[in-house]
T-cell receptor, first 115, second 115 residues
Framework: AQSVTQLGSHVSVSEGALVLLRCNYS??????LFWYVQYPNQGLQLLLK??????LVKGINGFEAEFKKSETSFHLTKPSAHMSDAAEYFC?????????????FGSGTQLTVLP | KAGVTQTPRYLIKTRGQQVTLSCSPI?????VSWYQQTPGQGLQFLFE???????NKGNFPGRFSGRQFSNSRSEMNVSTLELGDSALYLC??????????????FGEGSRLTVL
């Protein structure tokens, strides 16, 4: 079975500082990985996805993530945090032989951006 | 282009009652998935519909059911409500059977409180 683990349920950074949200996956086959963001009282929005085409994936709002097979990681980064980045972030994995509509999500990381 | 619309946004029920939640996907999207989000269990896949057929089902009891209509709108039903069913229920749509890398577009959710 595939799973993802997000390290750190809460992360606080200062505005302008580097954002690093950690995600490690467990999969017996190459996974397809996603990062979604959820703003308060809203649904989830796709930030970026890894589909094996490139290990460094660029997403929306200045976020990017690097797939590292040797570390089984897919950490999300942004060079400079903005107040509007405050939200909950979810890492997710889909089954390679299955559907992207059946995602397994991590437990989420709440990002706080301090002025 | 209108997004995914879920109704009602908020509702309160008592134990033993049943509830029906509705989801209208983005125009042209034929696949609808449902997820349950709770503080304790996080985001969990409920089921997925495409062309009025259930394609996948998560690990939920039979009290949770759903259906999809010919216009791709979907409903989910929870019977004999329990306190633990209190959650945010998220609907997501996608174009079709896009394999494991397709993007999901989420609605804002229906927040169910069971008293």
């Amino acid at each position: 079975a595939q799973s993802v683990t997000q390290l750190g349920s809460h992360v606080s950074v200062s505005e302008g500082a580097l954002v690093l949200l950690r995600c490690n996956y467990s999969s017996s086959v190459p996974p397809y990985l996603f990062w979604y963001v959820q703003y308060p009282n809203q649904g989830l929005q796709l930030l970026l996805k890894y589909t094996s085409a490139a290990t460094l994936v660029k997403g929306i709002n200045g976020f990017e993530a690097e797939f590292k097979k040797s570390e089984t990681s897919f950490h999300l980064t942004k060079p400079s945090a903005h107040m509007s980045d405050a939200a909950e972030y979810f890492c997710a994995v889909s089954r390679p032989s299955g559907s992207a509509r059946q995602l397994t999500f991590g437990s989420g990381t709440q990002l706080t951006v301090l002025p | 282009k209108a997004g995914v619309t879920q109704t009602p946004r908020y509702l309160i029920k008592t134990r033993g009652q049943q509830v029906t939640l509705s989801c209208s996907p983005i125009s042209g999207h034929r696949s609808v998935s449902w997820y349950q989000q709770t503080p304790g269990q996080g985001l969990q896949f409920l089921f997925e519909y495409f062309s009025e057929t259930q394609r996948n089902k998560g690990n939920f009891p039979g009290r949770f059911s759903g259906r999809q209509f010919s216009n791709s709108r979907s409903e989910m039903n929870v019977s004999t409500l329990e306190l633990g069913d209190s959650a945010l229920y998220l609907c997501a749509s996608s174009l079709g059977l896009a394999g494991p890398t397709g993007e999901l577009f989420f609605g804002e959710g229906s927040r169910l409180t069971v008293l």
